[in-house]
């Protein structure tokens, strides 16, 4: 028999972790996973955007890994015997490893770029804000229950990546990156 999506068991505002601790929705903890699954939406706009496969690849791998920083989130820290799956030094070397192709193609940046150029780029602007959010949230938590490091760690990189990635859609797709002029 199939799970119901609704359980009724929020109606008060509350939620469960794994490990069945129960939490207000607004938590720090729900805001930082909920958050990290936003992102994963806009992820998947920005891969539904794009025709090019080896992107969509990556960026299938970067959802799959978020899922795995969320539930690592949504996991209650007070329950060390709850396995979660696990993120490794090599997911954060695998964003790496792609800033790094993609900007041995990208001209150096002299000046901030104005976000936009196309849907992609624009999304890959929006997601790489929601993923600052998601790292904010993610260190102010680090502040009241300890996280792993390597979940801060992947949030960082992955903002990177979604800059460069930006670029480099936007060089695919032969747009002229906007340069931002301040007032003098």
Known sequence: MAFKVYTKTGDKGMTALFGGARVPKDH??????????ELNSYIGLVRDSVEDESIRKGLLEIQNRL????AILATDPSKQNIKT?????????YLE?????????????????????????????????????????????????????????????????????????GQINKLEEIPWISRK
């Open 28 to 37: 720090i903890r729900i805001e930082s996973y909920g958050t990290v699954d």
């Open 67 to 70: 899922f795995t920083v969320g």
């Open 85 to 93: 799956p696990d993120l490794f030094e090599t997911d954060v070397k």
């Open 97 to 169: 490893d792609e800033i790094d192709m993609m900007e041995n193609t990208l001209t150096p940046l002299k000046n901030f770029i104005l976000p936009g150029g196309n849907t992609a780029v624009s999304y890959c602007h929006i997601a790489r804000c929601v993923c600052r959010r998601a790292e904010r949230l993610c260190v102010a938590l680090n502040h009241i229950e300890p996280l792993i490091p390597i979940v801060i760690k992947y949030m960082n990189r992955l903002s990177d990546y979604l800059f460069v990635l930006s670029r480099f859609i």
